[in-house]
């Protein structure tokens, strides 16, 4: 079944650096690809998503890219901020009917 | 539109006794998928159900089982619990499984086995 993997576990970044977030998947059938964000006490919530037919992805300061043949996909967090402190899971799905297989999460802590 | 509501949000059970979680999805959504979060392990994918049917299925168990009902509300039960049971479990549901296929999630029922 499809795996996915994360890194780093735990990120410390400056208020105002970039964050970078890394994930691999296992299964080259999977086709959708989304970043979910929890904050303390809270479910995770959808925060951007990118589908294999393309490259990249951006939402103001959230980027998505997309290696397919390397099964590699990474979030980017330009100017960070104290509200972006929390974990950040990515995730991999097939099909619209297949099973969301998520990371094992990163903890971003943005420093003031 | 009211969100994804998860009871209990927390509770206290004792090895080998049972439990059984409570999920309303978001008015509309016919898909409901569970969770189980632990430190270090991230989200695992429980089951989803579709219409009553369970049409996924993660690598629990059997102890681990849920159901649906005509109204989209779903259920899961674990059955003689373990200490390694202790956990966030989290229900989300999305609109019909198809398109996008975003999750919505609750806020979790916490269980702690003592």
């Known amino acids: 079944g499809e795996n996915v993997e994360q890194h780093p576990s735990t990120l410390s970044v400056q208020e105002g650096d970039s964050a970078v977030i890394k994930c691999t998947y296992s299964?080259?059938?999977?086709?959708?690809f989304p970043w979910y964000k929890q904050e303390l006490g809270k479910g995770p919530q959808l925060i951007i998503d990118?589908?294999?037919?393309?490259g990249e992805k951006k939402d103001q300061r959230i980027a998505v890219t997309l290696n397919k043949t390397a099964k590699h996909f990474s979030l980017h967090i330009t100017e960070t901020q104290p509200e972006d402190s929390a974990v950040y899971f990515c995730a991999a799905r097939k099909t619209s009917y297949d099973k969301v297989i998520f990371g094992p999460g990163t903890s971003l802590s943005v420093i003031p | 539109k009211a969100g994804v509501t998860q009871t209990p949000r927390y509770l206290i059970k004792t090895r080998g006794q049972q439990v059984t979680l409570s999920c309303s999805p978001i008015?509309?959504?016919?898909?409901v998928s569970w969770y189980q979060q632990t430190p270090g392990q991230g989200l695992q994918f429980l089951f989803e159900y579709f219409s009553e049917t369970q049409r996924n299925k993660g690598n629990f168990p059997g102890r681990f089982s849920g159901r649906q009902f005509s109204n989209s509300r779903s259920e899961m039960n674990v059955s003689t619990l373990e200490l390694g049971d202790s956990a966030l479990y989290l229900c989300?549901?999305?609109?019909?499984?198809?398109?996008?296929?975003?999750?919505?999630f609750g806020e979790g029922s916490r269980l702690t086995v003592l």
């Open positions: 299964d080259s059938a999977s086709n959708y």
């Open positions: 008015s509309g959504h016919r898909s």
């Open positions: 989300a549901s999305s609109l019909d499984g198809t398109s996008t296929g975003e999750l919505f």
């Open positions: 990118i589908r294999s037919n393309v």
